[in-house]
């Protein structure tokens, strides 16, 4: 979202909506919306709980519409830090929040005090043999069924930092932990998605494609 | 973890810019970050490798099969919350201004603590204001209750409400705002209730004004009925 909005006339009509402006709103509504929808919708994985987040993050948005402060960030990111909440909320509410528990990797639960990951501790592609091979799988298929494994922390981290392009920052203000938790968890999302990735035998390649 | 733990655990020395190579990627590091970790880069064969990795990570991101898209019907549901929540919100101020006599009491102390030549000023905008809202209000718009009677803001209930002469009102239809504004200015009365259904006001006066106040609205000749309510 934050690569296809434009910042100013978001903080505009934001600053209509606290006026109570439901024209500004609106538009706010179709400007944003499908940004933080994407988001959600990766997140919570069903159309309805979306159609529920996407709806409690505007009346966030028409009752705290003053509160913004762009001193304090860009307003994707205050946007998407309120989706996150809202997304969170509705896992936990439905038991989806945390499958993996963060005691799979207590490694991360201890990280705040360094900020460097442990990196090379583990291969990101492990040597093991695969579980099962799925006869008549790509690398895609493969990749698609792995993100639909991973916890809503891994996910978030890897959406906020590749497919959104957020600053560690950004997703530290968005998800609401420390820097050097984000920098751990993104190392370990990375982890997860490799082991899962070689359960059914496909590793991410270590060359980048050229296209001529 | 201390360095010193980490290597024991590992056995390697962990690479202290690594951590950093994902928002290398991304494109959102400082630019002295972005320089610095570049010529890390250079001569770091384990944050290469990194690098690459998160770059195909990149390129092979899944697209999502389930799209969510914003709907017109999906924001009317927003709006009619909007609504309700606004409307809980009314039904919180009312019943918060019922007890404003603390609020008053603070702003009380807030003005007290002014500075002189801003107190003026606030002072005379207040009172600008005030005359704005009830030239706006009274004419126009009058308030419905839930019980279908009309309220003005000077209405029952209001912690301004005092102990003065009541007088119900009715004035002509031709009368004017700026009429109906100027007499009760002379009158000095202030509206209480109204307009009821059959049109009329209640106004109040301070009870050392009342028969002043009396003559001044039976002499007007766009008064229709000056009634003293005992
Ligand atoms: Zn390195």
Redesign the pocket.
């Known amino acids: 979202m934050s690569k296809y909005v434009d910042e100013a006339q978001g903080v505009a009509l934001l600053k209509r909506i606290a006026a109570k402006d439901r024209k500004a709103f609106e538009a706010f509504y179709y400007l944003y919306a499908e940004g933080f929808g994407r988001f959600l919708m990766k997140m919570l994985k069903h159309q309805e709980w979306v159609d529920e987040a996407v709806n409690d993050v505007m009346l966030t948005v028409w009752q705290s519409a003053g509160s913004y402060d762009p001193e304090k960030g860009r307003l994707s990111t205050w946007l998407f830090g309120i989706a996150h909440k809202k997304g969170l909320k509705l896992l936990e509410r439905n038991g989806r929040y945390r499958e993996e528990s963060l005691e799979d990797y207590p490694e991360e639960a201890d990280s705040d005090e360094d900020g460097a990951p442990e990196l090379y501790n583990t291969d990101m592609s492990p040597n093991s043999q695969p579980e099962r091979v799925v006869m008549g799988w790509e690398l895609g298929d493969a990749m698609s069924w792995a993100f639909s494994k991973l916890s809503a922390d891994h996910l978030a981290v890897i959406d906020l930092c590749f497919a959104e392009g957020y600053s560690y920052q950004e997703i530290a203000d968005i998800v609401g932990c420390p820097i050097n938790t984000v920098k751990t968890r993104l190392f370990h999302a990375r982890k997860r998605l490799a082991e899962l990735l070689a359960r059914k035998g496909f590793s991410l390649p270590e060359q980048v494609k050229v296209t001529i | 973890m201390t360095e010193n733990k980490l290597n024991e655990k590992i056995g390697t020395a962990p690479?202290e810019?690594?951590g950093l190579i994902p928002w290398y990627v991304n494109g959102t590091l400082s630019a002295a970050e972005q320089s610095d970790l570049e010529q890390?880069i250079a001569v770091?064969a384990?944050?290469q490798r990194e690098a690459l990795r998160c770059q195909s990570l990149v390129e092979e991101l899944p697209t999502p099969q389930d799209t969510w898209k914003p709907t017109p019907a999906h924001f009317a549901a927003i709006l009619a919350n909007v609504d309700q929540m606004e409307e809980e919100a009314l039904k919180r101020e009312i019943n918060h201004t019922k007890a404003a006599p603390g609020f008053l009491r603070r702003m009380g102390t807030w003005y007290s603590q002014t500075p002189r030549p801003v107190r003026w000023t606030l002072a005379f905008e207040t009172f600008a204001f005030a005359l704005l809202a009830l030239f706006l209000v009274l004419p126009h718009s009058p308030i419905q209750n839930a019980n279908g009677n009309y309220e003005t803001l000077s209405d029952v209930g209001s912690p301004a409400a005092t102990k003065g002469a009541s007088i119900r009102l009715v004035f002509s239809e031709d009368m004017t705002t700026q009429e109906l504004f100027d007499l009760l200015k002379q009158a000095k009365a202030q509206i209480r209730q109204g307009p009821s259904e059959v049109g009329s006001y209640t106004v109040e006066v301070e009870s050392a004004e009342k028969a002043r106040s009396l003559t001044l609205l039976r002499a007007n000749p766009k008064v229709r009925l000056v009634q003293l309510v005992e």
């Open positions: 690479c810019m690594a890390h770091c384990l944050c």
